[in-house]
C-alpha cells in the first residue's frame, strides 16, 4: 500500500499506531475476500456423468411434446433439469424409463416458461422426498401480465408448491448446486442473440413495464477431464452469450459437449454461420440440439462446423451423453 500524500486529511486523520491496525484490518479483509471469491469459483472438476433427456418433441416408445427436461446425473449424485410441458410427461417417461425419482433433493428451473415447468407439481406430489429446493434465476417471479391477466404459470402455482414442499432458491450469480455443477445465474447479453419467440412484458421491481427478454434465463454446467459440460433449457439469454460468459468463469476450458435446448429454430442462416463459428472457438464438438433448437439449424450447425452424424445430432426423449459421447436410442 502507498502513502497517502504529506499533509492530506487521511494521513492527519490517521495517527500512526492506528494506521498499522488500520492496514492489518483491511488485510485480513483482503485475504478473506479472496478466499470466499476462489470458494464461490467453480473450481472442482467432475469423473463421472451422464444426462437424459426426459422431455423434448421428438420420440421413439416415450412421449414427446414441445418442452424440455433431463436428469443430470453426476459422481453418484442426481438432479432434475427443468420438469417439461405437460404436468405428466416427465413423470411418465421416468417411470417407462425404469428411472426412479425419489431422492433427488435438488430441481434446476431454467427459467420462467411453462414448457420448463408444468411437471414439477406432478412430480412434487409423487415423489414427495425429492424437489425440496427449486434453483431459480434471479427475476423468475417478476409478473408478466397479459390481456387476459397474470400469463406466468410458475407464479401462479407457487403457493401451491410451497405448500407441497418445495423451496425456491434464487440465484444472482454463479453458484455450485451439488458439488461440481454451478448454475451461470442470470447471463449478461453481450451480443445482440435475441433467442426468444416473441417479446412480452414484465413488471420490473421498480413496477416498470419493460420488454419481457426472460432475464432469469440459466444454464447449468460443469468442468471434466475433457472440457466443459453444458447443459441449456431455451437458451434466451443466448447460446453464444451463455458460453462466452461460463468462458469469462472458467477461461482456458474447452467447453466441449452441449446440450439442450437453444432456441436456434428461425435464425438465418447468415446468424448460423456466426454461431457456429464461434461454437468451434469455444472447442465445441459435440452438440445434442433438442426441443426448441430447430432441427434444420441443428443440421446446418452440424454442416458449418464440420462435424459428423455422430458428434452433432437432434436429441429425442431417451437420448443421453456420458463421457464417451452421444446415445441417441433407437432414433439414431
Ligand atoms: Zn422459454
Ligand atoms: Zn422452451
Known amino acids: 500500500m502507498h502513502e497517502p500524500p504529506e499533509g492530506s486529511k487521511v494521513s492527519l486523520l490517521i495517527a500512526s499506531p492506528f494506521k498499522t491496525q488500520l492496514m492489518r484490518t483491511f488485510y485480513i479483509f483482503y485475504l478473506l475476500g479472496a478466499f470466499f471469491f476462489l470458494w464461490a469459483q467453480p473450481t472442482q472438476s467432475v469423473d463421472n456423468f451422464k444426462i437424459t433427456v426426459l422431455s423434448t418433441m421428438l420420440s ?4 414427446g411434446e414441445w418442452g424440455f427436461s ?4 453426476v459422481d453418484g449424485q442426481r438432479l432434475l433439469f427443468d420438469t417439461g410441458s405437460r404436468e405428466n410427461t416427465v ?15 435438488h430441481v434446476y428451473l431454467s427459467h420462467n ?3 420448463h415447468t408444468r411437471g414439477l407439481l406432478t412430480l412434487k406430489k409423487t415423489y414427495p422426498t425429492s424437489f425440496g429446493q427449486a434453483h431459480v434465476g434471479e427475476g423468475i417471479f417478476y409478473p408478466r401480465p397479459n390481456e387476459q391477466g397474470e400469463a406466468h404459470y410458475l407464479l401462479q402455482n407457487k403457493k401451491r408448491l410451497e405448500a407441497l414442499g418445495v423451496r425456491f432458491v434464487n440465484h444472482n450469480k454463479v453458484s455450485e448446486i451439488i458439488p461440481g455443477v454451478y448454475t451461470t445465474g442470470p447471463i449478461p447479453r453481450v451480443y445482440d442473440e435475441k433467442n426468444w419467440s416473441r417479446l ?3 413488471i420490473a421491481p421498480n413496477g416498470d413495464r419493460i420488454e419481457d427478454t426472460i432475464p432469469e434465463d440459466q444454464s447449468l454446467f460443469f468442468d471434466t477431464e475433457k472440457g466443459i ?5 431455451c437458451g434466451h439469454a443466448g447460446l453464444v452469450n451463455t458460453l462466452t460468459y461460463i468462458r469469462s468463469i472458467l477461461p482456458g476450458r474447452p467447453i466441449y459437449k452441449i446440450l439442450g435446448g437453444f432456441h436456434l429454430l428461425k435464425l438465418s442462416d447468415e446468424k448460423l454461420r456466426w454461431t457456429a463459428s464461434k461454437l468451434k472457438e469455444f472447442g465445441v464438438t459435440y452438440f445434442v440440439g433438442a426441443h426448441c433448437t430447430g432441427i434444420n439449424a441443428t443440421y446446418s450447425l452440424r454442416e458449418y462446423m464440420d462435424l459428423t452424424k455422430d458428434q452433432v445430432m437432434v436429441g ?7 463421457g464417451e459421447g452421444i446415445h441417441p436410442g433407437y432414433m439414431e
Open 91 to 105: 413423470w411418465q417417461n421416468a417411470q417407462q424409463m425404469d428411472l426412479d425419482l425419489n431422492g433427488i433433493p
Open 70 to 73: 433431463a436428469l443430470v446425473e
Open 316 to 322: 429425442s426423449v431417451g437420448t443421453y451423453i456420458d
Open 229 to 233: 459440460v453444458l447443459i441449456s433449457g
Open 113 to 115: 416458461h411453462a414448457d
Open 200 to 202: 412480452g412484458k414484465l
Open 60 to 63: 421413439d416408445f416415450y412421449l
